[in-house]
């Protein structure tokens, strides 16, 4: 059974940044599609930004296109999530996620098989 650990999160000012990471335990890492996700209070799970296996490929929802970028080094099998020009409501808990090892509507939490356990990010303003 796969592990993941979200760390990274915590308090900023609006404009500021931050950079998540989630470390994967087991072998299968490197050769699965992982994503990670945001809930804020009171609302759903909701698909922040995915990268392929390899890295080459990566999307990302409307509301975080040029301020997030997602990477990994499967090396330390771990993803990151670089996030830059915090907003207010980018406040959530944020949540990495492996994909299955088939092909799948990967902006979908539940097609995700493992979660970590999420790491709270607060932008003030």
């Known amino acids: 059974q796969v592990q993941l650990v979200e760390s990274g999160g915590g308090l900023v000012q609006a404009g500021g940044s931050l950079r998540l990471s989630c470390a994967a335990s087991g072998r299968t890492f490197s050769n699965r599609a992982m994503g990670w996700f945001r809930q804020a209070p009171g609302k759903e799970r909701e698909f922040v930004a995915r990268?392929?296996?390899?890295?080459?490929?990566?999307d990302y929802t409307d509301s975080v296109k040029g301020r997030f970028t997602i990477s990994r080094d499967n090396a330390k099998n771990t993803v990151y999530l670089q996030m830059s020009s915090l907003k207010p409501e980018d406040t959530a808990v944020y949540y990495c996620a492996m994909a299955p090892p088939y092909l799948v509507d990967r902006r979908v939490a539940q097609n995700y098989e493992s979660w970590g356990q999420g790491t709270q990010v607060t932008v003030s303003s």
């Open positions: 990268i392929s296996w390899s890295g080459s490929t990566t």
